[in-house]
Structures are given as C-alpha cells and as structure tokens.
C-alpha cells in the first residue's frame, strides 16, 4: 500500500460532512469507504468508479426490486451491496463488502486468493458477468449457479478489444449492454482493388496504447490510426481472390453510452521477463469528444464528461494499490481509498496523469477512465 | 490481462528523436544550447530536478524590448522557475547569456505562476514588472520604490493567480486573472481597503459581468470581472490595445471591447479547456488552443471560428504569432481596396474614440505565421493564408446567406432579406451599446435584457456544437501544420517571437533560444552556409 495519506475516517469524517454538506443538496447520495479484505483494493476501487456511474447504479438497484427470489449470484450480490449504500441514515461511513467479496471468490478461481488482481481485469469479468447472467434469465432460465456459463477461465482480452460477449455472438441486448457496449468497425481497404470491407464487434470497454506526453485523445486516434497489412501480414481480399497488400483502420462506428477506457499501463519486457508498469503522463480531460468514430457513425459528436477514474498507484502490476477518484452529482470531486473518503479539489485530478521521467519507480495514475454521455 | 504487447516506445527510449533544428521555406531554424536561460549553476546533462518530478507550475517568459539603448543590452528577459523568479539582461542571439549575473533575482515563500514587464518604463535603469503566485497573491515592483504585494491575506480571492498582464499603455495600471474566472483591474497608485470591498454591478452579459467598488473615493480594485465557469486560464490584449481575449477552463474563448466591457465575439473549444490564446499582428484574428488538442482561429471581423488546425499530440499550453514572418500584401495593391469596405457596425475599431494606428492598416497581412507548444513536448509551426480565411468567411455587404458552411443545427437561418449578417452571438454588443448612450433607460428593460443574456447563455451552454460559436470538425477547414517537431524531454510551456530568435520554455525551467534563419552569430561561421537567402 503506497498511499501514507491514510487518515481514520474519524476525525475526516465529519469535516468532510460539513464540506459535503456545505454543496447543494442533490440526489441524496451516501459516500460510502469499503472495508479491504486483503488486496481487494482491485475490485474497491471499480466498484466505487461503477457506483458513480449513475445509469450503472440505478439499473443495479433496479435488479433487487425486479428479482427478489432470485438465487443469489454476484449481480444479486452487488445490488444488495449498492442497496446497503443508499439506505444508510449518515451520510458518510464505512461498509464492508463481505458477502460480494466472498461470492466473487466462489464465482471464479481466478480471485479467490489474497493476490494483487488487475481491476481491468475485474471490471472485464464483472460486466461480462451480469450482462451474460441477465441474457440466461432473459432466455428463461435460472441465473447461473456457481458452476456454470460465467466460470469458465477469464476471458482473454484480445490486442486492442475489451469485453466481447463470452459467446462471441449477438444475443439479446441487456442493459449492461445499452450503458457500455459501442461497436468498432474494422475497415479493411485493399490496395489492389481498393474494395473496403468491414467488419463490426462490440465492446464494453476499450484498451489503448499509451504513450509518453500524450493526451488521451492522441493515443485515441492512435487506436484508430490506419494499419498497412504487407508482407507476412498480406490480407486475402475475396475480390481479387489473393493475399494483397491492405490498410486497416478500427473505428467507433456507435458510441456508447458511458465509456470505459482502460489504458495500457503494463507491458511485458521480454528482457526482464515481467510486466513493467508504463508511467507515462497521459493527459485527460474533464469533457470528451471523439476524433476517432466512422464515417456512419450515428452521433459522432457525442460529449462525454469524465464521471470516474481508477488509479493504480505503484510500480508494477501485482503490487501496489488501487484507488478510484470521482465526480459527484454536485461537482465535488472524492477520492476513495479503500474505506477512506477525502474531499479533492478538481485540479488535482492532474496528480493522477503520470510521470515524465523514469527515475521515480512508484506512480500514481489514471488506468481506467469512465466517461459518461452528457444528457 | 489485457497488457500492452506494442514493442514501439520510442518516445521512453531515448532522446534520440528530439530535434535541434526544423526547416520552413525561409530557411534553418536552429536550436542555441549555449545561449539558454535557466537558473544559474543548473547542474546541466542530469535532470534539473534529480529524483522528483519538475514542479507542476509552468515556466513562463516576459520579454521587453527596450528602445532607447546606450548601455549596452537593455531588453530584459523575466522568467520564473519554482520559486524562484530571474531577470536578466537579454542579449538574443549576440552573446550567451552570463547566468550567474542575473539583473534580479528572487526566490519566494509562494511559486510564481505569472509576471509581465511594463513595457513603457523600461530602461536599462529597471522596470516595473508584476508577479503572480499560487496563493493569490500578487508583487507589484518598480525601480523607484520597495516591491508591494497585495492580496497576500487571500481577502480578494483565495485561489492561484493563473495571467498577469500591464494595461497597455499604462504604467500603473494591471488586470490580475484568477483561477476562481475573476479578473481585478487594479491601478498600483490607488488606495486598497483593508476589508472585502463591496461591488458593485457595472456591466454584465453573455457569461461574464463587470462589477465597481462601491466607495466615493476611486480605490481597487477598479474593476471585478467575473468570466465564465471555473479556471479563466488566460487572457490577452490585442496589439491595437483595444480587445481583450480571455481563455477560460469552460472551453470559452471570448472578445471584449476593453474600454466599454463590450463582449464582441465568442467562440467554443471542440471540448474541454481553453488553456491559452494570442492575437495576430494587426488585431484581426485571435488563436486559442487547450485541452482537445485544436488550435482555433477566431476572426475579429467575421466573428467566428475560421480555421482550426490538428497536429499536436497532447494539450497545447502557448501560442503566439510570428510578425516577422507574417506575410505582407504587395505594396502595389492599395490597402484600402483590397480591404474591402467594411459596415462600420461590424468593425468595433471604428466605434471608438481613437483611430486604429495606421502601422497596422497601411499594409494588408494575407498570410499569418503563428506557433504553439504543448505538453507533447512538440512545436508546431502554422499558417493562416488569405484563401482560408475567404473559404469560411461571410460574404460581406450583401444579403447573402449567413452559413456558408451547412446548415446549422437549433438555430434558425435568418431571412435572406436581412441587410447586414451578422452572426446572432453578436447581440449583446448592439444591446449594450445602446444601453450606454441611454443611461437612464427604465429598470425593466435592463431585467429583460438580462434573463435574454441569461436565456442565451444556457443556451451557449447547452449544445453550442455546429453553431458559429463552434463549427462541426468538417465545417471549418482543418489546418496542417508547416514543421511539429518533439525539441525537447519535457512539456514546453511558452514561446515569445523575437527580431532574431524564438523563447521556448520548458517544463524543466530552460529557457532555449532558436536563432532565426539567416542569422550570423558573432564568431560562428557555419550560421552563414546554413541560412537561406529567400
């Protein structure tokens, strides 16, 4: 754990109550800090970033109502948890979240231990998880049991992709699916006889590249900077009925309505054998617009505004922390360390952009950016 | 686990690919290692601050030309690193600076943000500079008197002092802009209270308001503006002294009448902040660049966003025009025709007391050379050409249609039959024109006039976007840049144009010099075979 500033909610507490207080009286919120059982700052801290993803909030609270004799699964688990939340009297407080800690370690061998987990990694499995759990009860059957669809091994995140559908085919669309899914359509130009063909996939999150001194739009539009296929990569293209040189292009073809952007921050040396954290200072901002969609993109120009962050603080991928900061309905940033709440000023979100030199090894910085469409 | 499998990572890898050298059509811009300004006894090859990140505040540049010069160098250069604030003689490209005498030096409880040197008084005796610091503070210092600060108990607003700037003209008076989006307009011999003064309402409009002190006696602050939302990150005067351009954290750019509190234009970032601005030689186009990694050209005659440019990486963090390589219209073509003729309504020059300075009609600019810097550690090199500038401008004079550029969403396209067009934003200009020759006009319309501006603003701040305010990307040409080029490790944070060099400054608190193309450095015979004769 590398943040010292931790402060027993004690005395912060009610100092932070009468800043909050001071703001003016919006939704009702409860910020609640969430008990650590043993390196599960990974799911703490996206679990709070989804919190603060109101569309997410609201359709999991929903659940509970809709769904009361349901079996409990880890979507059951994770509503009882929000509901926990909300129904508190304070206003601010602790919660420990047992009962979805302990499902999760049933629901999948892979965190069922006291390692440090990637909360990408989390967040890919959770959303796959409820959006895979709503279909089967959508399709008439049971919610999954401990032993079926959603336990199978993690699913690997393809170069450039987030979540697919497990099944890797279009079923029903879930609500996970109308908050987080976009598409990408894959453009693929032949030089030869310049047939472009494309193909669509969805996601529900999406991965990007990094790079030092970059803003979070310029490593965007790398994601869809065109790709030339020659050589050994040559594309069969079916027109000319041989492998030809091409371009390749991946572009937002529909946007989603709240979007996930998980930044690459490990990369794997092959002279040291392991995962490296990239530190790189990747610059985001408060308000969002793509550069990146397609040319049938339906409403390209979307605003989106940054709602929730997860930092990782430290220097590698199986040590360190994660925290979340967000936004609040009333502007007010917070940050969640585990079970502590602290009060940040907007400005020193650009704390969490990264670092420009090497020397130092720990960092704190942004790795999954939610942004949320402005209504 | 999604990880990322790319083997590029150049830019971590060395600093192989940072350039000390671009090439325009004018010939060799070259970097001068050893005419650098920095804090003396920089340790130099390591990074400046060994083990730690280079502090979070931006290394700005003041730079003062001094005319009457019998004592060797009298421009001055003023630059701030960390706490620390330098003044040195500046010496351009015909002698490396001596670092260890510095003219003034300073270091600070508070980190400077911000300064400008008075350019009316200045001599190689001294001159009078303003400094701004992270805490709200701000130092006024003279040669003829002790340095004062003001706002030190955080009285006038608590948060960091992000532009200072002189009133043009003017050696006493100064505009302080604050992260909190106020503005004071301060004059240095006026008294100051030793409580909050009480404002009051003055002027106000689309998104911003003027407010006076309410006191007998004239004491500061003069004037109290209060622009947009959040942060107002800078502001500049127009080289005609008349406008003033403030770029604010709400992604506004907005143009005011300086005198009057006039706002005449405004214009929108793509998304997020604006983070600084600049004006063209002759006053007629302002360049505001920030957090969606655009420059946008706003036109002072047309009102509107004309250009916009694409080739930064990261957020840009100054901009500024190039006089010297803004290309001037033959001689032989007569100013005023080749101007055109101009409804006075649309020219707000011609409205005030003073005519424009004839240096800047005599001769038409049609092609405008500017440059900004950003946090990708990239410059970029632009250019503003007269057939840009005609492709996305009104036609003018005639009753033309008003959107040449498609149509516009959520806004009605005025009749053809309207005489003048002129861009709707512009209202308020005509409404408080009239406001202040009437002064005495009944309370009721000045309420209707300002739930109109309270209308209109929610309305700019709904969905602005495909408006003139904020054209679709496609809607206003998308300007490549002539040379972006990565000429340092760290973040660069301003550029000053200089007769024979360019200032960039970095993050590390290095100030580097590029001699101009066609420059002979004193004892350095290979600028001769480098330079360009055209």
Redesign the interface.
Same mark, same amino acid.
């Given at each position: 754990m590398f943040r010292l500033k931790k402060l027993g909610m004690g005395n912060n507490a009610s100092q932070l109550e009468k800043e909050l207080g001071a703001e003016p009286i919006s939704a009702n919120e409860r910020y609640y800090g969430l008990v650590n059982f043993g390196n599960t700052c990974y799911c703490n801290s996206v679990l709070q970033a989804l919190y603060f993803c109101r569309p997410f909030r609201e359709r999991v609270l929903q659940y509970r109502v809709e769904n009361k004799r349901a079996k409990e699964n880890l979507l059951s688990c994770l509503s009882d948890l929000f509901f926990n939340i909300v129904s508190q009297k304070k206003k601010l407080g602790t919660i420990a979240p047992k009962k979805f800690i302990a499902r999760l370690r049933k629901e999948n061998e892979a965190f069922d231990n006291f390692m440090q987990q990637d909360a990408h990694e989390f967040l890919n499995y959770l959303l796959n998880y409820i959006g895979d759990t709503l279909q089967a009860e959508k399709a008439g059957l049971n919610s999954p049991n401990g032993t079926s669809a959603p336990s199978k091994p993690l699913p690997a995140v393809e170069f450039r992709n987030g979540g697919l559908n497990s099944n890797g085919e279009k079923v029903d669309l879930t609500w996970i699916h109308e908050i987080f899914q976009g598409t990408l359509t894959n453009e693929t130009k032949c030089l030869n006889c310049e047939t472009v063909s494309s193909k669509d996939e969805d996601f529900l999150d999406l991965s990007v590249d990094i790079d030092q001194h970059t803003s979070l739009s310029a490593c965007l539009r790398g994601f869809s900077s065109t790709e030339t296929l020659s050589s050994e990569q040559k594309y069969f293209c079916e027109t000319c009925c041989a492998k030809q040189e091409a371009t390749k292009c991946m572009r937002l073809k529909k946007l989603p309505k709240i979007l996930a952007i998980h930044l690459k921050r490990f990369k794997y040396v092959d002279q040291l054998s392991r995962y490296t954290k990239l530190s790189y200072r990747v610059v985001f901002p408060l308000e969002l617009r793509l550069f990146n969609t397609s040319n049938d993109c339906l409403n390209p120009e979307k605003l989106y505004d940054l709602v929730a962050v997860v930092v990782h603080c430290g220097s590698g991928p199986n040590r360190g922390h994660y925290i979340s900061i967000v936004k609040t309905s009333n502007n007010v940033w917070l940050l969640f360390d585990d079970d502590v709440v602290e009060r940040i000023e907007p400005s020193a979100v650009e704390d969490f952009y990264g670092l420009t030199s090497d020397l130092q090894k720990n960092s704190e910085t942004g790795y999954i950016l939610f942004y949320q469409t402005r209504e | 686990?999604?990880?990322?499998?790319?083997s590029g990572?150049?830019?971590?890898q060395s600093t192989l690919d940072i350039k000390q050298h671009f090439v325009t059509r004018e010939g060799y811009y070259r970097n001068l290692p050893t005419y650098e300004y920095s804090r003396p006894n920089r340790p130099s090859g390591i990074?400046a601050f060994?083990?730690?990140?280079?502090p979070?505040l931006p290394v700005k540049i003041s730079l003062v030309r001094v005319p009457d010069d019998d004592t060797g160098y009298a421009d001055r250069i003023l630059f701030n690193v960390g706490r620390e604030i330098f003044l040195y003689a500046f010496k351009s490209i015909w002698e490396a600076p001596d670092l260890s005498r510095p003219v003034d030096r300073q270091i600070h409880k508070a980190l400077p943000t911000c300064h400008d040197i008075n350019r009316l008084n200045c001599s190689a005796q001294g001159c009078s500079t303003v400094v701004g610091f992270n805490t709200g503070s701000f130092q006024v210092s003279d040669p003829r008197k002790e340095p004062h600060f003001y706002n030190e108990d955080r009285l006038l607003d608590k948060t960091k002092v992000t532009c200072v700037k002189w009133v043009p003209g003017s050696t006493q008076q100064l505009l302080v802009g604050f992260?909190s989006g106020q503005i004071l307009h301060c004059d240095d011999s006026l008294p100051w209270s030793s409580t909050l003064p009480s404002y009051q309402a003055h002027k106000h409009g689309d998104g911003f308001a003027v407010y006076t002190c309410k006191s007998r006696t004239p004491r500061n602050p003069m004037y109290r503006w209060t622009i947009g939302e959040?942060?107002l990150d800078a502001f500049a005067f127009s080289p005609c002294s008349k406008f003033l351009a403030t770029a604010s954290h709400d992604?506004f750019l907005r143009v005011f009448l300086f005198e009057t509190f006039d706002l005449i234009g405004t214009a929108k970032s793509?998304?997020?902040?604006l983070l600084c601005v600049g004006w063209s030689p002759d006053s007629k186009f302002v360049c505001a660049a920030g957090? +969606?990694?655009l420059v946008h050209l706003f036109s002072i005659d047309s009102r509107k966003i004309v250009a916009r440019g694409r080739g930064?990486?990261?957020?840009i963090t100054a901009v500024a025009f190039d006089p010297m390589t803004s290309c001037l219209a033959s001689s032989s073509v007569p100013a005023s025709t080749s101007n055109g003729p101009v409804p006075p309504s649309r020219l707000p020059v011609s409205n005030s007391k003073d005519p424009p300075a004839p240096a800047q009609t005599a001769q038409r600019i049609i092609t405008y050379r500017f440059a900004t810097v950003g946090? +990708?550690?990239q410059i970029c090199l632009w250019e503003l050409t007269d057939d840009i500038v005609k492709q996305s401008t009104y036609p003018r004079g005639r009753g033309g249609s008003l959107m040449i550029n498609g149509p516009v969403s959520g806004l009605s396209v005025p009749p053809k039959s309207v005489p003048a067009p002129a861009p709707k934003r512009v209202l308020p200009l005509i409404g408080n024109r009239s406001a202040a020759s009437a002064a005495a006009k009944s309370k009721k319309e000045e309420q209707e006039r300002s739930a109109q501006e309270k209308k209109e603003k929610e309305e700019v701040n709904k969905a602005p976007?495909?408006s003139p305010l904020c054209p679709?990307?496609e809607d206003v040409p998308l300007l490549e840049p002539l040379v972006c080029k990565r000429i340092a490790p760290?973040?660069l944070n301003d550029i000053v144009f200089h007769d024979d060099c360019i200032l960039i400054s970095t993050?590390e608190g290095v100030i580097m010099t590029w001699c101009r193309p066609g420059r002979a450095l004193p004892n350095d015979s290979s600028s001769r075979q480098n330079s360009c004769s055209n």
């Open positions: - | 686990m999604a990880l990322s499998n790319m990572d150049a830019s971590s990074h060994t083990g730690s990140q280079p979070n992260a959040g942060s992604g793509y998304f997020g902040g957090e +969606d990694d930064h990486r990261s957020w946090q +990708d550690t976007l495909g679709k990307l760290e973040r993050q």
